[in-house]
């Protein structure tokens, strides 16, 4: 595979999601960094914030689905930040852990990340378009008795951003992931990350969706099911179905208009 | 009545009949309404793609903010272009039909004349205008090769349509629009289908099609998009679609509309992917 690969980089300041040894579920023996996400702060204060999760299958995270992102979002005038999410082996919900607890870090750190707590934005591609989706769609108001500030805030995303996104597990994407062995999870819970679409309510998050209709990796049925489910519960929605491109467009620059 | 401003004929601009006088088929002058004609938008040049530009009204009226604007921002984009004046309501179905078949098969016929190419024929109509293009591009409207009019030896099919905020099916709609009447038994049943419902009849021949409204449009749910989306999808037919996130109905050029705006350019950038 030739695609180079999300990775830490201690030169931006990467920071950990949970303090040390913390981690739900973590397991050494995976050989995977500790969740983690990795700022790209504009100046100032009052900035609205993208919380990003390349994609990658969940066995991987393309470094071009969060780099090139983030610093194409600071162009428009965002905040942005790339989460280093648990992939395989760890199966659900280890990842979605990961998802919450980055926006919630995210609001807790407002102050010195320069960014508006209730502008807080989750936007993935493909597998990491599924986890935006559980982030946006699974979500609680925190624990306001919880002894860590970080776990007080709300999980909710004031928006979703899901870029050719696996939105239903079984239907688009059966390869899919397996439940965490390490992390107790109901069967409620487990199918309902499995189809983030059967999460949809009014509460629901407002979403911008794209994809192209030719991918032949995730069906665009996946985006169009998604759209049908906030637009059948009132929930402000956008979505541009492209004719053309294949699966993985990123920012997509060989295209002005898709960009 | 409508309270909206409608689009007429204006000499000035030339307008061309799609019969001769006394050839229109279902006139009936008791409704008052002009013969069918089109209004040319040309660039100069040969084998220029052609747009034809169908107004929405609800099959009432034709809306003029869906008309001679959208010509000329097609001609700035590099598409020559007519706008069709069809007839309307009381006239049933499938009579905007026989106007709107009529319109691309003379384009097609006196294409050289145009300076168009008979290949690049494009429907782009809004709202109900949306409704008729489909209903004559999914399949169908072969010309008859033996007609003593030229023009009937055309094919009225359209080499790809554009749909804007597009009612589709409008088999829920009938009754609001147009009723239909007993006094056409010369045509198909089958053909009447397609007219009510045009997503139905798609199939893996069907043309290209672009496609976009409002995702908070009160007149017409996205859901008509979204079903003849996914039909064109599943047979491998070209297809984009752009549903934006909030804008009322009619919106048109959306010219101060940020977001919305990006349509036209959008569309072009499709229709010239393909070829046109």
């Known amino acids: ?259 | 009545m409508v309270n909206y401003a409608v689009w007429k004929r204006y000499p000035e601009l030339n307008p061309i009949d799609l019969w001769a006088e006394g050839e229109v088929p279902e006139y009936c002058a008791e409704y008052g309404q002009d013969v069918p004609f089109i209004t040319p938008f040309l660039l100069p040049g040969k084998d220029n793609a052609v747009v034809m530009v169908i107004p929405g009204g609800g099959y009432e009226a034709k809306a003029a903010h869906e008309s001679r604007n959208i010509a000329e921002r097609m001609n700035a984009l590099g598409f020559s272009a007519f706008v069709l004046d069809y007839r309307v309501a009381p006239y049933p179905f499938p009579v905007p039909q026989l106007d709107a078949q009529r319109a691309v098969r003379y384009v097609r016929c006196h294409a050289g004349e145009f300076g168009i190419d008979p290949n690049k024929i494009i429907v782009m109509g809004f709202s109900a205008g949306g409704h008729l293009s489909a209903s004559i591009s999914v399949k169908g409207g072969e010309g008859t090769p033996e007609a003593e009019d030229p023009v009937e030896r055309e094919s009225a099919r359209p080499n790809a349509m554009v749909l804007c905020y597009a009612v589709l099916n409008m088999a829920n709609h009938a009754r609001q629009f147009v009723t239909p009447e007993s006094f056409l038994p010369a045509y198909l049943d089958e053909y009447y289908q397609q007219v009510l419902n045009p997503t139905q009849f798609v199939d893996a021949h069907t043309i290209p099609a672009f496609l976009w409204q409002t995702s908070d449009d009160q007149m017409v749910d996205p859901h008509n998009s979204l079903e003849m989306y996914s039909a064109l999808q599943k047979h491998g037919v070209p297809v984009e679609m752009h549903l934006y996130r909030h804008g009322h109905h009619g919106v048109n050029l959306a010219l101060e509309l940020e977001s919305i705006n990006t349509w036209t350019t959008l569309c072009a950038q499709f229709l010239r992917q393909l070829g046109f």
């Open chain 1, 1 to 259: 595979m030739g695609t180079p690969l999300w990775r830490r980089h201690p030169e931006w300041g990467p920071e950990e999601l949970w303090e040390e040894g913390k981690t739900p579920g973590y397991c050494a023996q995976y050989g995977q960094d500790s969740s983690f996400l990795t700022p790209f702060l504009l100046p100032g204060q009052g900035n609205p914030a993208i919380v990003i999760f390349p994609g990658g299958g969940y066995e991987i995270k393309a470094e071009y689905e969060g780099l090139d992102i983030a610093r194409r979002f600071n162009d428009l005038g965002f905040s942005a930040f790339v989460v280093d999410y648990r992939v395989k082996p760890y199966g659900f919900p280890a990842a979605q852990l990961d998802g919450q607890r980055a926006v919630r870090y995210v609001r807790a750190h407002a102050a010195r990340f320069g960014i508006r707590r209730d502008q807080v934005a989750v936007l993935g591609f493909s597998a990491g378009g599924h986890l935006a989706a559980c982030t946006g769609l699974i979500c609680d108001p925190g624990n306001p008795a919880a002894a860590d500030p970080v776990e007080r805030e709300s999980s909710r995303p004031d928006a979703m951003v899901l870029c050719y996104a696996v939105t239903n597990m079984a239907k688009f994407f059966p390869a899919g992931i397996k439940r965490d062995p390490e992390l107790p999870c109901t069967d409620e819970t487990y199918s309902r990350i499995l189809n983030p679409i059967s999460c949809v309510s009014p509460a629901a998050p407002p979403a911008f969706l794209w994809h192209t209709a030719d991918d032949d990796t995730v069906d665009v049925a996946a985006s169009v099911e998604m759209f049908q489910a906030l637009h059948a519960c009132g929930v402000t929605a956008e979505m541009h179905l492209f004719a053309h491109g294949a699966h993985g467009l990123g920012l997509a620059t060989e295209n002005a208009a898709r960009t």
